[in-house]
């Protein structure tokens, strides 16, 4: 797409900051609930469990943290540039945070398998 | 559609959330680590006043911090405004709340 | 190839508006090795359909009269070379995005110029002509700033590249807002305050999301996505300093 308004690194940012707060807040309600399991009884959160031990499940949590960790890194980089006065160098620091968040939740993959 | 208020409410709970979520990630990937079981995750966080402290402040920051983030969101693609966006402003972050307050209290009393 | 032999045409879809709606009417034009889109689309004017509609006036990056979209992307088209947006010998040339079109390639610019009035772009002396004329000094930090942004054309391409212009209707806008940014930086103006309180109500400058397309696209290689975050900081400073 040469030449497109939109083909440079801080919209890729963008959509993918977009993208990755939509998913975690639809996460969350699910998330808290699976945990409010514990209340009735820890059985029902361990039959839970147990079912996230099924590899398709581990590829979702992959996902899930690095939703996690790209949201945190690009929401640091968006603190660092609204609040810190001088001039970043920004398409560094946004290709920096989607390597962050492939990097930890890579780390969380291996040790879920 | 955001305001200097809503502004600051989405950015302050943003920088309340960043040792959370950096404690987070860390716990994430070293609870993992053979499997996940309810009496693991129990016998780490019930009964303990600074877990129920922690996961308190991060669930009271999140719900905002998503409650306004959606809200974004929804002026953005559909339109919404006013009167009906504040209420799902308002009520999403109620939801958000409601459910989370419940888990923080189910894995850390009792 | 010389200059007034061409061997090739271009291909290029001009947008037509037509019943209240718009098609893209496609012309061959002559290529020539030095040609801007505004050649192009005067080329067309003249010797295909004089009844095509389009705005210029200096011809020379001045005047922000002749932006359009070219290929996608907003373009003050008298400064771009064709050579460098050409793609498979095609030009897709349309008028700005998020202004209401009034006919063929010309868009209808007030929603641009009273949001550049409502963000507080309007000077605001603080003495009269009877006055000594009060001394700047060019190397201030504030000064800096302020002379950072003044070279805008109001071209619109900025406003046109936002996609949270797009979507959200009564946000102010790059331009507006680096205008904003300017007038709070500049110490001969005499209600900054003012201007402070404008651009942060709905629709101000805690609207953008930093995506950065008007930095990107801007053809006097403006900054307005730092101007913008300059003023959130103000904001908030302000805020934490007042209370409210």
């Given at each position: 797409?040469?030449g497109h308004y939109?083909?440079h ?7 993918l900051h977009?993208?990755?707060?939509l998913?975690?807040a639809l996460f969350?309600?699910?998330h ?7 209340i009735?009884s820890?059985?029902?959160?361990d ?5 996230t031990?099924?590899p ?5 949590e992959?996902?899930?943290v690095f939703l996690?960790?790209v949201?945190f ?7 660092a540039l609204?609040f810190?006065p001088w001039?970043a160098?920004?398409k560094?620091?946004?290709a ?6 492939f990097?930890?939740?890579?780390v969380?993959?291996l040790?879920?398998? | 559609?955001l305001?200097?208020?809503?502004y600051l409410?989405q950015?302050l ?5 960043v040792?959370?979520?950096?404690v987070h990630?860390?716990v994430m990937i070293?609870?993992?680590?053979g499997?996940l079981?309810?009496?693991e995750?129990?016998g ?8 129920f402290?922690f996961?308190g402040m991060?669930?009271?920051?999140s719900?905002?911090?998503?409650a306004i983030?959606l809200r974004v969101i ?9 009167l009906l ?6 009520g ?8 989370g307050a419940?888990?923080?209290t189910?894995?850390?009393m009792? | ?5 061409s061997d090739?045409?271009l291909?290029?879809s001009v ?6 709606t718009?098609l893209y ?5 002559p290529?020539?090795d030095?040609?801007?889109i505004?050649?192009v689309v ?7 359909d004089?009844?095509?509609t389009?705005r210029?006036?200096?011809?020379v990056g001045?005047?922000g ?10 373009r003050?088209?008298?400064r771009?070379?064709?050579?460098k947006v ?8 349309a008028?700005l995005?998020?202004?209401p079109v009034i006919?063929?390639?010309v868009?209808?610019?007030d929603p641009f110029f009273?949001?550049?009035?409502s963000?507080?772009g309007r000077?605001?002396?603080?003495r009269?002509r ?6 700047i000094?060019?190397?201030n930090?504030q000064r ?6 003044i ?8 406003y046109?590249?936002?996609?949270t ?6 946000y102010?806008g790059p331009a ?16 900054r305050q003012?201007v ?7 629709g101000?400058c ?8 008007c930095?990107?696209?801007c053809p006097?290689?403006l ?6 975050a300059?003023?959130k ?5 302000q ?6």
């Amino acid at each position: 797409m040469k030449g497109h308004y939109r083909n440079h690194p801080l919209w890729f940012a963008f959509l993918l900051h977009r993208l990755s707060g939509l998913g975690l807040a639809l996460f969350l309600p699910a998330h808290f609930y699976v945990l409010g399991m514990a209340i009735r009884s820890p059985e029902a959160l361990d039959g839970f469990l147990h079912w996230t031990d099924m590899p398709i499940v581990k590829i979702a949590e992959f996902g899930l943290v690095f939703l996690l960790a790209v949201h945190f890194f690009g929401g640091l980089r968006l603190l660092a540039l609204e609040f810190l006065p001088w001039p970043a160098p920004h398409k560094t620091l946004a290709a920096g945070a989607v390597a962050g968040a492939f990097l930890v939740s890579g780390v969380f993959f291996l040790n879920a398998v | 559609m955001l305001d200097l208020r809503l502004y600051l409410a989405q950015r302050l709970s943003a920088m309340v959330m960043v040792p959370f979520v950096f404690v987070h990630l860390g716990v994430m990937i070293y609870a993992i680590q053979g499997g996940l079981s309810a009496s693991e995750i129990l016998g780490r966080t019930q009964g303990s006043l600074f877990w129920f402290l922690f996961y308190g402040m991060f669930v009271v920051a999140s719900s905002l911090h998503a409650a306004i983030g959606l809200r974004v969101i929804v002026h953005e693609v559909t339109g919404l405004r006013g009167l009906l966006l504040a209420a799902l402003t308002w009520g999403g972050f109620v939801v958000f709340f409601f459910l989370g307050a419940r888990a923080v209290t189910a894995v850390t009393m009792i | 190839m010389t200059l007034s032999n061409s061997d090739t045409n271009l291909e290029v879809s001009v947008w037509r508006t037509r019943n209240g709606t718009g098609l893209y009417e496609t012309f061959e034009v002559p290529a020539h090795d030095n040609q801007t889109i505004l050649d192009v689309v005067s080329w067309i004017q003249q010797n295909a359909d004089p009844t095509l509609t389009y705005r210029f006036a200096c011809r020379v990056g001045m005047c922000g009269s002749c932006a359009m979209m070219v290929n996608g992307a907003p373009r003050w088209t008298c400064r771009t070379h064709v050579n460098k947006v050409l793609k498979h010998n095609r030009l897709k040339i349309a008028p700005l995005r998020n202004l209401p079109v009034i006919k063929d390639l010309v868009t209808d610019m007030d929603p641009f110029f009273d949001k550049w009035v409502s963000a507080g772009g309007r000077h605001e002396p603080t003495r009269t002509r009877h006055d000594p004329i009060e001394e700047i000094q060019p190397a201030n930090e504030q000064r800096a700033a302020a002379d950072a942004g003044i070279e805008c054309i109001n071209c619109s391409v900025c406003y046109a590249a936002c996609d949270t212009v797009a979507n959200n209707a009564d946000y102010l806008g790059p331009a507006a807002l680096q205008r904003a940014w300017t007038i709070v930086n500049d110490e001969k103006h005499g209600d900054r305050q003012d201007v402070l309180d404008t651009v942060s109500a709905a629709g101000g400058c805690q609207n953008c999301h930093s995506m950065g397309n008007c930095t990107a696209l801007c053809p006097n290689g403006l900054d307005p996505l730092s101007a913008i975050a300059g003023l959130k900081r103000a904001t908030m400073r302000q805020f934490f300093k007042r209370g409210n």
